[in-house]
């Protein structure tokens, strides 16, 4: 029998887990994270440090920031507060955090050393940094529709081959460990995170298989279609890739139980979660 729960439809949850793994949290009380978006880790973060310790997200953007502190107070989490920082530049004390994470934020810069120092500058001697980046690509395996799989893959490619052209590694993650040794960081330890959203999955309810055909039929904003564009994919192949999203999205919302019978798969780009400890 297949066990009947509720499978996360983002990877912060995966993530906290990952950590909580590597990472004594009984020792922390201070937790750090640049780059943190929405806040959705941070907040995860929140209740792994309990009543005794404190989260702070950090992030260049006002709008998103707002966001986070919004979800942080829906999820009732009052020790997570979020602020604008850069990352290369942390307006910090040395030695203020126990940890200092980031996640999916290393591939998408390209002063990777400076902000890596930042980061081991804000955490004390004996603390824990720790990176998630994606090391691998993203899949998925559409058996009513090679076509859709082909410009999947090449939309995915592209993606990869625009940011490279901006200097950005999209698969720094297998570099990690080796940044980490040359910054001096010591006991380095990794696992890796992915998820797997296939359509037929009868753990999955059906609302979250609806959030996930709606983001994949999300038109994409003009930045990334120039990106896109630069990495070798044509306009017109991306805007059919998106109809064909769409077409799904319309074909799940005309009869939502069709999809227990697809074998519709996407497997997510691979996170590889390395932790380490600050030499003392």
Known sequence: MIRERRIPSDKSAELAKVLEALIDFDQVDRVVEVGCGRGRLAIRMGGLVGGRGHVLGLDTSKEVLG????EARAAGVSNVDFGVGDARSLRL??????????????????????????????????G??????????????????TRFT?????????????WKRRGVDQHIGLRVPDILLRHGVEEIA???????FLLSDPRRTLEDVEGQLKTESTRLPESTMAL?????MKRKEVEQHQAMARRRLAGFESGPGGVRRSGYVRVTSPLLVCAGRVPE
């Open 228 to 232: 896109v564009g630069r990495g070798g």
């Open 128 to 145: 824990v940094i720790a990176i998630a980046e994606p090391a691998g690509e993203q899949r998925c395996h559409d058996p009513d529709s």
């Open 67 to 70: 966001l986070a502190a919004r």
């Open 190 to 196: 990794a696992e890796v995170v992915s998820q797997v």
């Open 150 to 162: 082909y410009l999947s893959d090449k939309l995915n490619g592209a993606f990869l081959r625009g």
């Open 93 to 126: 004390r040395d030695g203020e955090a126990d940890l200092a994470v980031c996640s999916s934020l290393l591939c998408s810069v390209r002063e990777v050393d400076a902000v890596v120092r930042e980061m081991l500058r804000i955490t004390r001697r004996g």
